[in-house]
């Protein structure tokens, strides 16, 4: 048999498919590339003067704004991953590109004008200002590393704008565990939420395979763990209630439920909200809180909202919203 | 190319020892195994980011979907054996495999965002990859003669993962390219898959050489053979006593306080030592006996815990990486080395399987007991434990694995 011409032939198939296959893989690049190019058109009159809940549209990435008095919603926000503002200052989370992954705070002003940014490692996650505007801080979490699947981790930031002190990740912070400093390497914090003093704060520790509500104070630089399965901690604007997640099954399609725990009696009641709830909810008023759920008909996240007394029913307040922030 | 030329002109007496070219067959695989392991590496490198940042997944959900079907792998990999075995379709059953891994990646471009429809694609994957597994490692082990085999599974591991490594750097390049647009990424992984079925097809030889002429069937899987259970039984116990590279990787970062950023480098360093170590460690497996560097391979594995007993510093890391990539090198293609000449050329791929997998499940078990004893005892006794287990199974090893010269190619059943 001549084997020859089979063999050119095979060569030929090969040469040809490896063209055929990278023009075509290069191609699908390009075409990417070009659609990937910046389609937001930030409204540079959008600022946080205009009180009313603003957030995140997913369909456009931007932040958008609803006021109490209803009509269209105004748009043209920066765009973020995550996002959270009070009155005088916006933390705007956003993703660089590449891997591994970055996630890039930028602080804005009233008028959302940038005047810090700060990039550090991980996947955005969590945002968080004080009332006053003055202390920020943010959660990014590192995964995604193809070789190191087991197991996430979390980084938590604080800053402080009236000293400009950064404090990139807080896993240093001394530690009190049942009344006795607590030493470990596994910490991991999330989901920090400030009082209104500009010093105290809340967070979710986890550490061997267990999550606590920790109390800490930015001043002295230390924290204490309240009570356990406590996550995403969320404090409301009178300081007297925190919204929670609280673990409460082993099924991973649904392990969580919206709790509030009462901090003069240290008496939680779940809320009306039976779906799983993987937000850090925000207090829209001394007596609702607001959160993002998986969207329905296709979106990516729709925010809702329900009361704060665990009575009531769940309400759809922003098909296609994530990251609800009530700025009056 | 080099493939082209490297069709089969030693037909006749070839010479003897390690000098001889590797088979055609073997390089064929390699490569498609290099070009699969791109493909591959890509979509796992950013799915994470993918699903818990495009999709707004919780890391949670995706580590129980991407758990969800680990285990069901191992159980298509014994049916991918047991077809293979069936007729002798070794390649037919490996094309199947590949073909449906490549195609899965296009199941992720048109799944968009439906959780339902990348769940579908993650699970062909894995089917895919199960079932092409034993068949391959099957036409690599009857593509020589037995002496040669452990050079044979030592190019094409070196190959494989050479793609492994590539892989995620075409993926990070194209992500560069196009800020983040995933869909590229599984784009450019579907053609990659594509080119490896395509050399798969063209290059790599349909039927095994064993004569199909006895038509009785043989009685009884691989597991009736008792060399092949002896080797069966040291792999599962030596595996059993493995904790998972991941906890290694964790020692070392806690240890030494590792920046995340550099975390994704430890792996990379273990698997360049395994690139470069694996041809030649089954050069030795091919001169000594496979069973010595088997159990060597171990040893330098019992190494690594050791090290880590002590405070880390930087020339623990780089030894930790160097015994990693020693015990890639002579326990993984060795062990196919080592078992493939054992059973009888029909039933090789569905015993093969039967190794593979006894080894993953003992893997998994080891992995899941040294998780729980590091929860509940810390990590320092955990490690001890750990340590004295592989001794344990390394010294049992020693009095179970049978004395060099095994049957030799293909015995006849009794």
Redesign the interface.
């Known amino acids: 048999m001549n084997r020859r011409p089979s063999q050119l032939r095979r060569l030929a198939l090969v040469v040809l498919s490896v063209l055929v296959l990278g023009g075509g893989s290069l191609g699908y690049v390009l075409h990417a590339r070009h659609r990937g190019l910046p389609t937001a058109t930030v409204d540079g009159s959008f600022s946080l003067a205009e009180p009313g809940l603003y957030y995140r549209d997913s369909a456009t990435g931007q932040v958008a704004r609803r006021s109490g008095t209803g009509g269209p919603p105004a748009t043209g926000g920066p765009a973020c991953e995550r996002f959270y503002a009070t009155g005088e200052r916006a933390l705007c989370l956003r993703k660089l590109p590449g891997i591994p992954a970055r996630t890039q705070a930028l602080v804005l002003d009233r008028r959302l004008r940038e005047i810090k940014r700060v990039t550090v490692p991980g996947i955005p996650n969590r945002a968080r200002v004080s009332a006053s505007g003055n202390v920020l801080s943010w959660t990014a979490f590192a995964t995604g590393d193809s070789y190191a699947t087991t197991a996430f981790s979390t980084r938590t930031s604080i800053l402080d704008l009236r000293t400009g002190y950064l404090i990139k990740s807080m896993e240093e912070i001394p530690l009190t565990i049942d009344g006795t400093r607590y030493h470990a390497s596994d910490v991991n914090y999330w989901g920090v939420t400030f009082a209104r003093d500009d010093n105290r704060f809340y967070a979710t520790v986890s550490t061997k395979g267990r999550t606590h509500l920790v109390e800490g104070n930015l001043r002295d630089w230390s924290a204490k763990a309240l009570r356990e399965n406590v996550e995403c901690p969320s404090l409301s604007p009178d300081d007297t209630r925190i919204a929670f997640k609280k673990k409460v099954s082993d099924d991973p399609a649904a392990p969580w439920r919206l709790y509030v725990l009462d901090l003069a009696d240290m008496r939680e009641h779940p809320l009306a909200e039976t779906r799983s709830v993987d937000d850090q909810a925000a207090w829209l008023d001394d007596k609702t809180v607001g959160y993002a759920l998986p969207g329905r008909d296709g979106r990516a996240a729709d925010t809702w909202s329900t009361p704060a007394d665990g009575t009531s029913e769940p309400r759809l307040l922003i098909p296609g919203g994530s990251s609800p922030a009530a700025v009056s | 190319?080099y493939?082209?030329n490297t069709?089969r002109p030693d037909a006749p007496p070839r010479p003897a020892g390690a000098r001889r070219r590797v088979p055609a067959t073997v390089v064929a695989l390699g490569a498609v195994s290099l070009v699969t392991d791109v493909s591959s590496?890509m979509v796992?490198?950013?799915?994470?980011?993918y699903l818990?940042?495009g999709?707004?997944l919780?890391?949670?959900?995706?580590?129980?979907l991407?758990g969800m079907f680990n285990g069901a792998t191992a159980l298509v990999r014994l049916l991918g054996g047991r077809l293979a075995d069936r007729g002798g379709h070794h390649k037919r059953v490996a094309l199947a495999g590949y073909l449906l891994s490549a195609l899965s990646r296009l199941g992720l471009l048109l799944a968009g965002?439906a959780t339902a429809g990348i769940a579908a694609s993650l699970a062909a994957d894995r089917l895919g990859k199960g079932v092409r597994t034993a068949p391959r490692d099957a036409l690599i082990s009857l593509s020589g003669p037995p002496e040669t085999l452990g050079r044979a599974f030592g190019v094409h591991r070196a190959m494989d993962t050479t793609g492994a490594l590539l892989g995620?750097l075409a993926?990070?390049a194209?992500?560069?390219?196009?800020?983040?647009?995933y869909?590229?990424v599984f784009?450019?992984s579907f053609?990659?898959g594509?080119?490896g079925v395509?050399?798969l097809v063209?290059?790599v030889p349909s039927a095994a050489p064993a004569p199909p002429a006895r038509s009785t069937p043989l009685h009884g899987g691989a597991l009736r053979d008792p060399a092949f259970r002896r080797i069966l039984y040291t792999a599962s116990l030596l595996g059993a006593a493995t904790i998972?590279d991941?906890?290694l990787?964790?020692l070392i970062q806690?240890g030494l306080d590792l920046?995340?950023?550099l975390?994704?480098l430890?792996?990379?360093g273990a698997a360049t030592g395994y690139l470069l170590l694996a041809v030649p460690a089954g050069r030795i497996a091919d001169r000594v006996g496979r069973r010595l560097p088997f159990l060597a391979g171990h040893l330098a594995l019992l190494g690594a815990y050791a090290a880590l007993l002590f405070p880390v510093a930087w020339p623990t890391v780089v030894a930790v990486l160097a015994l990693l990539g020693v015990f890639y090198a002579f326990t993984d293609g060795v062990l196919m080395a080592l078992a493939g000449p054992v059973l009888h050329a029909h039933r090789r791929a569905g015993g093969l399987a039967v190794l593979q997998t006894g080894q993953a499940l003992a893997r998994l078990l080891g992995a899941a007991g040294f998780g729980a004893a590091w929860?509940f005892w810390g990590q320092g006794p955990a490690l001890w434990t750990a340590a004295l287990a592989l001794a344990g199974a390394l010294a049992a090893g020693w009095r179970i694995l049978p004395a060099p010269a095994p049957a030799r190619d293909a015995p006849e059943a009794p």
């Open positions: 190319m493939l082209a069709g590496e796992t490198a950013v799915l994470p980011l818990v940042l999709l707004g919780s890391p949670l959900q995706f580590g129980f991407d965002g995620p993926a990070f194209v992500l560069w390219a196009t800020a983040d647009a869909d590229a784009a450019v053609c990659t594509l080119l395509l050399l063209l290059y998972g991941s906890f990787y964790l806690r920046p995340p950023a975390f994704p430890l792996p990379l929860t």
